[in-house]
């Protein structure tokens, strides 16, 4: 019987089918293998970023130690334009030699660059930089100091302009907390550039205890707002006149929609808490206010100084120094325009790109990616941002929250002192890579997705959420034995320099008011962890005195009085650093502070002299 001996086979073959699909499924995961995992697992060989992305993402350091890179754009031809800067925001550092502005080209698909050329202003022909650069028909449009200039592209070979630049606009504001320059330029050829504004909250005296509000704010006639030029014409002047709108403190980060919506986002104010004790509590200096994300609007106001938006609440409410009451009290603010999207407090957005390419997954395209720089005045708790998000957008309005899509740029630690890069730039480059500038090492990274149409649902990281509590002060790197008390393991350092008239008490408990751990100080955020200062505020270790001789007298004297106009550094620092400090609280901190200055010479037989 033919038919049934085939069926009798055809059994046999179905169960031995069974028995090795049982074996299988219960085979451990890790020796499981298909072109998808094999694929991932081979698709970044040359990843030597150290970020955190997404699956299917791979990044390459496309350049390195090019200066302090700040925004870029990409040039038809796919050569990587990058302005760079100088000055008080980097403590002043040497800058890079060459031009300020770099050309960065890759011509054999390793994802670096293997051609770097300068070009533009030098130190010696009195250049200083600048963040600002974008492309428009055949010119390249740079910010360098008080202007923008442009240079025609190059071509036949040369990546890198010939022949002088052409100003466009100049007599652009300088000085102040912010004097960059970002710009973007339209289809149509409008150039909507950034003045962001001098103060911090438009005080009589800035960023200083209880200062009220100049009213109005004069400021607003010449900074604190986008102003529009046309990028076909020469020689114009800044003024009044070319305001586009206003009410925006600070507009790092542009963008342009496949719509043609015009978005910039908002550095929110700082200080909240150093400044009005009495109205926020500590924690709220580092939760208060949202940065933003706007749509920019002909004639709009978005707020500054009156307002600031409290993502508590939802809404602008008025700022203290024009007689808000944490977040109680809207007045003026019912007739400013709303944020479109909110991010955590001071993260810093310092530039935007709209993503409208195809090598990306859809779930990328048709938002925009921002770059935070990273927080400083949310000590004495953690620092945050240091990344870049990815916000989704529909229409004239944000699409869901925000998503962290590259992490680790600082490294171990986030904070200005510590961090090791800090995102400052954004382009899209031609095949639809993403490029992201660090304004501290100078380091450009290259985004590529490698994942195939397999991963297009690629797994996401939410943003923290904008109510989130501040987390923990902060505490010493070396924290006291047991952790039972928080001056247990002070025995270890007593042998420390002790100023004449201190003790060594005063100086252990002007360290804890130094770190935060006491009367809700933020000193660290402008002068670092140690002492050892960033671009915010001086070192105060020894190499330099700014505002006194150095003695214990004379630092007790600027801390009670603070530093309303700095001398090198673009951030005030406000009477007892923000903070209500008694007398002795001010005496403990001098003393820890004149400790720091003298530790490096400790022992040496020489004497200290500050100039």
């Not at 150039?191 to 911090?200: C, G, K, R, S």
């Not at 203290?320 to 400013?336: F, I, L, Q, R, S």
């Not at 002060?473 to 350092?493: I, R």
Request: aromatic content about 8%; proline content about 7%.
């Amino acid at each position: 019987m033919p038919l049934l001996s085939t069926y009798r086979l055809l059994s046999v073959l179905i169960a031995l089918l069974a028995m090795l699909c049982v074996a299988d499924s219960n085979a451990p995961a890790q020796t499981q293998s298909s072109p998808e995992t094999d694929n991932e697992a081979q698709a970044c060989p040359n990843d030597d970023s150290g970020l955190t992305l997404p699956p299917g993402f791979c990044a390459t350091v496309f350049a390195d130690d090019i200066g302090h890179a700040r925004h870029m754009v990409v040039a038809p031809s796919g050569v990587l334009y990058v302005n760079t800067w100088s000055g008080r925001y980097y403590g002043n550092h040497k800058p890079h030699a060459g031009g300020f502005l770099v050309a960065l080209q890759n011509k054999t698909g390793t994802g670096k660059a293997e051609v770097a050329e300068r070009f533009g202003e030098t130190v010696l022909s009195g250049g200083a930089g600048g963040t600002g650069i974008g492309i428009h028909g055949r010119w390249i449009y740079a910010e360098i100091n008080d202007r923008i200039v442009r240079y025609a592209l190059p071509s036949g070979g040369s990546i890198v302009p010939i022949g002088a630049p052409t100003t466009v606009v100049s007599g652009l504001p300088l000085g102040g907390d912010h004097p960059m320059h970002p710009f973007i330029i339209d289809a149509k050829g409008s150039m909507y550039v950034d003045v962001a504004t001098a103060t911090n909250s438009c005080q009589v005296k800035n960023r200083t205890l209880k200062s009220p509000g100049v009213d109005p704010c004069t400021e607003l006639e010449t900074r604190g707002g986008i102003w529009l030029y046309d990028a076909e014409k020469t020689n114009q002047i800044f003024s009044p006149a070319q305001r586009f709108a206003t009410g925006i403190r600070n507009a790092e980060g542009f963008a342009i929609d496949a719509t043609g919506h015009l978005l910039v986002t908002q550095h929110g104010r700082d200080q909240l808490h150093a400044n009005w004790p009495d109205l926020f509590q500590p924690d709220q200096e580092a939760t208060l206010p949202a940065e933003e994300l706007l749509l920019l609007k002909q004639g709009g106001d978005y707020g500054w100084p009156e307002c600031y938006y409290d993502q508590f609440v939802q809404k602008l409410v008025l700022a203290p120094e024009y007689g808000g009451d944490d977040g109680k009290t809207v007045g003026a603010c019912a007739n400013k325009l709303a944020p479109i999207a909110a991010f955590p407090a001071h993260w810093a957005p310092n530039a935007m790109a709209y993503y409208d390419k195809k090598q990306f997954p859809e779930h990328y395209r048709g938002g925009v990616f921002v770059a935070f720089h990273g927080s400083w005045n949310r000590a004495p708790y953690p620092q945050g941002g240091y990344n870049v998000v990815y916000q989704p957008l529909a229409g004239d309005h944000a699409y869901g929250a925000c998503e962290i899509f590259a992490d680790g740029f600082a490294g171990a630690v986030k904070s200005p002192d510590k961090a090791e890069h800090r995102p400052s730039g954004l382009a899209v480059g031609v095949d639809g890579s993403l490029y992201v500038s660090d304004d501290i090492r100078g380091r450009i990274y290259r985004i590529v997705y490698k994942g195939g149409a397999v991963r297009a649902s690629a797994q996401v990281t939410a943003c923290p959420s904008l109510t989130a509590p501040a987390g923990a002060v902060v505490e010493a790197a070396a924290n006291p034995p047991e952790g039972t008390h928080p001056d247990a393991g002070a025995a270890a350092t007593r042998d420390v320099p002790v100023p004449e008239g201190a003790t060594w008490e005063m100086v252990l408990l002007g360290e804890r008011i130094y770190k935060g751990q006491a009367s809700g100080a933020t000193c660290t955020g402008c002068h670092g962890e140690s002492g050892q200062g960033n671009p915010l505020g001086p070192d105060l270790t020894g190499k330099k005195w700014l505002w006194s001789d150095g003695s214990f007298a004379g630092i007790a004297k600027t801390i009670a009085e603070g530093v309303s106009q700095p001398k090198q550094y673009r951030s005030p620092m406000p009477a007892m650093g923000g903070a209500q400090l008694t007398p002795d609280q001010v005496a403990a901190v001098a003393a820890y502070v004149w400790s720091l200055s003298h530790r490096a010479v400790r022992g040496s037989g020489n004497h200290v002299d500050h100039p």
